[in-house]
């Protein structure tokens, strides 16, 4: 890193708020536009609301895709590059006043990270359609989406496998993954790991933080998000393929973990895409 100099640069921004503690700001960038190493003074989280981004911090790269939130610490050394459609994204920098709020949920500020979940992009979009009312109303509905965030992104980044993860688990997780759209009990997955199911349910809880059925459920949620996007399949349809009983079924769900129906948060993401 000693070759490179960072700087305190704020490219292409096009709007600017403060709310209590956090600074919000909207940036735009051109395609194919690159940014050399630079740092931000505060820690920070960005949404990426449209277009995609790679990014080079600590000698690795990662993707920064449409709906992702990026987090990262103060004075963190990072450069990017845009995609062929440019990039539009919202910037939370947690100010010297709020830090200790955000400290609670170290890890989200502690290295640079990316974090996805549909949830996550979903309060992504509301923030960034409330970061443009100007109101009195609108400064305590920043904040608190922004608390909201940081909590989410805290469990999302929890949620991810690390060291110290047994084999048998992860292979449990990753069953999980592979056999989404099925129907299958938890004595089903113990007999394929070869474990005592309730071993599995405990481990499993403590290492997620949740059980093995919410688990699959935020799965489903997000297989289905990213259908809702990427295609124009009726939402019933999506709904059986992630495993859902039935629309309604997948239409309370989904509300339950976005705060949207499904034809609210396909209608919203693609209208941002557009703008």
């Known amino acids: 890193m000693a070759s490179h100099s960072p700087q305190h640069i704020e490219p292409g921004i096009t709007a600017h708020r403060t709310v209590t503690g956090f600074s919000l700001k909207e940036f735009s960038q051109a395609p194919n536009c690159r940014l050399p190493w630079h740092e931000h003074e505060h820690a920070s989280i960005?949404?990426?609301?449209?277009?995609?981004?790679a990014e080079r911090a600590r000698g690795r790269e990662q993707e920064c895709a449409s709906h992702s939130m990026v987090l990262k610490p103060a004075a963190e050394p990072h450069a990017n590059v845009f995609g062929r459609s440019g990039g539009r994204c919202l910037l939370i920098e947690v100010l010297p006043g709020r830090h200790d709020t955000v400290e609670q949920f170290s890890k989200v500020t502690a290295t640079p990270t990316l974090a996805r979940s549909a949830r996550l992009a979903a309060l992504g979009h509301r923030l960034h359609g409330e970061f443009f009312q100007i109101d009195d109303a609108s400064r305590l509905a920043l904040e608190g989406l922004i608390l909201e965030v940081v909590a989410d992104a805290s469990r999302a980044i929890a949620n991810e496998s690390g060291p110290g993860e047994p084999q048998w688990l992860r292979s449990a997780r990753e069953l999980l993954h592979d056999r989404l759209g099925e129907s299958f009990t938890l004595s089903d997955v113990a007999s394929a790991v070869g474990i005592h199911p309730a071993h599995l349910a405990r481990t499993f809880r403590k290492r997620y933080g949740c059980t093995l059925g919410e688990y699959v459920r935020r799965l489903r949620i997000e297989r289905a998000?990213?259908?809702?996007?990427?295609?124009?399949?009726?939402?019933?349809?999506?709904?059986?393929a992630a495993g859902f009983y039935d629309q309604s079924h997948f239409v309370k769900v989904f509300r339950r973990?976005?705060?949207m129906t499904p034809a609210e948060y396909r209608a919203r993401v693609r209208a941002t895409t557009r703008e």
């Open 225 to 240: 998000s990213r259908d809702l996007v990427r295609s124009r399949v009726p939402v019933c349809e999506i709904a059986l």
């Open 46 to 53: 960005c949404f990426v609301v449209s277009g995609f981004y």
């Open 257 to 259: 973990h976005t705060g």
